[in-house]
């Protein structure tokens, strides 16, 4: 890397390095003093308070990390351009395109690192903080009941389950039922079992007794099982992560969680599109330094005062229309990444055109 490229990325990385601290430290200040009450009511000693807020930290970095881009980019370039340091690059024989590249290249690294550290560590992260709000602050955030589950098998089969104990592994009160087409149903078998146990050898379900029924069109064939296998393939961690909080599950683990939420009959377009939004988000950062160094970087009438408030309103309108077009995709046909990448597809167009327009 030359010496030129290894001064712009170093004011630019001191830049996002205090933005993004400056504003963290503003977000846990905020975050405290909403919840010291439930700290004080519920005797929380100190150290707990300092581990909330370190485990709380992935989740602030992962929204404050595209925010901080912006403002690097605002505020490194925009000091270069008030020192007329790009004017003297641009002398230099050095394009816009050149000056930018070093740039683009710590967002891009940057992008591919949170999609790990979004996908991996935030999940991890949470799970640890929403364990100290139910331990310590009284908050309830588990994301759902063990009891009355349903699921789809497959077209023609049901499973409907009274109750599970997932230290037990045990399902109770359980009954599976099977029909004859998924146009036109009609039950055409149904088992009943007080208990259902999972073989985690075996991965494999096992009805210890219960009574199966074969409905003919004339009559009912009532047979006993014993300890046999069931239909049912969905798996204990499958049935135990609809209890957690969806925001404790990896990218991974999320899918297999909407793939269990679609056995079960479940409508998950809005949160397949969630989830794929979330992979598409981390690489607003390239995105918002395209639109940031263009107008940081020439010194326009009106001072550099407004060319930054027309970029930090351009950042914010993209960020925001992220969200609006991930809400507006779910009521759409249109294909999941398609309404997930929308807003970086349509804001890099934006950004290259002006990129093209700024005097390089």
């Known amino acids: ?37 439930d700290f004080i009511d519920h005797k929380a000693p100190f150290p707990i308070v300092v581990q909330f807020y370190l485990y709380f930290l992935p989740n602030i970095l992962k929204l404050l990390i595209p925010v901080g881009m912006l403002l690097a980019s605002l505020f ?9 340091e790009i004017t003297a690059m641009r002398a230099g024989g050095m394009p816009l395109y050149r000056f930018m590249l070093p740039l683009l290249a710590v967002g891009a690294v940057l992008s591919a690192v949170q999609i790990w550290f979004n996908g991996s560590v935030v999940p991890a992260a949470n799970a640890e903080k929403f364990r100290i709000e139910r331990q310590y602050m009284g908050r309830s955030n588990a994301g ?47 088992i009943d079992a007080a208990v259902m146990t999972y073989d985690t050898v075996q991965h ?26 069931a239909q049912f393939s969905i798996r204990h961690e499958q049935i135990v992560s609809i209890q957690r909080n969806v925001e404790e599950l990896t990218w991974t683990e999320m899918e297999d969680y909407l793939l269990t939420l679609k056995k079960g009959g479940k409508d998950t377009r809005r949160k397949e599109i969630d989830l794929a939004g979330e992979r598409a988000f981390p690489w607003a950062n390239v995105i918002v330094v395209m639109l940031a160094v263009p107008f940081a970087s020439v010194r326009r009438r009106g001072g550099v005062a407004v060319h930054i408030a027309m970029a930090m309103i351009s950042a914010f ?22 309404v997930a990448w929308s807003a970086n597809g349509l804001f890099f167009l934006i950004a290259l055109v002006i990129l093209v327009r700024t005097r390089t």
């Not at 030129?4 to 846990?28: E, H, K, P």
């Not at 490194?76 to 007329?84: D, E, I």
């Open 76 to 84: 490194s370039v925009g000091r270069l351009a008030s020192a007329n």
């Open 317 to 338: 309108v993209y960020i925001a229309f992220t969200r609006v077009s991930l809400a507006f995709g779910a009521n759409t046909s249109l294909p999941i990444e398609a």
């Open 144 to 190: 759902g009941s063990l009891y009355n589950l349903a699921f789809r098998e497959s077209p023609t089969r049901n499973v409907l389950i009274g109750n599970y104990d997932p230290d037990r592994k045990t399902a109770n009160t359980v009954a599976i039922e099977t029909y004859s087409s998924d146009s036109t149903p009609r039950i055409i078998e149904r």
């Open 1 to 37: 890397m030359r010496l030129l490229d290894r001064y712009v990325v170093r004011q630019f990385v001191v830049t996002f390095l205090f933005s993004v601290g400056a504003l963290s430290v503003i977000f846990v200040i905020v975050d405290l003093l909403q919840s010291l009450d």
């Open 204 to 229: 494999q379900w096992f009805i210890a007794s219960g009574t199966k029924r074969r409905f003919t069109p004339d009559s009912v064939i009532a047979t006993t099982i014993q300890k046999s296998p």
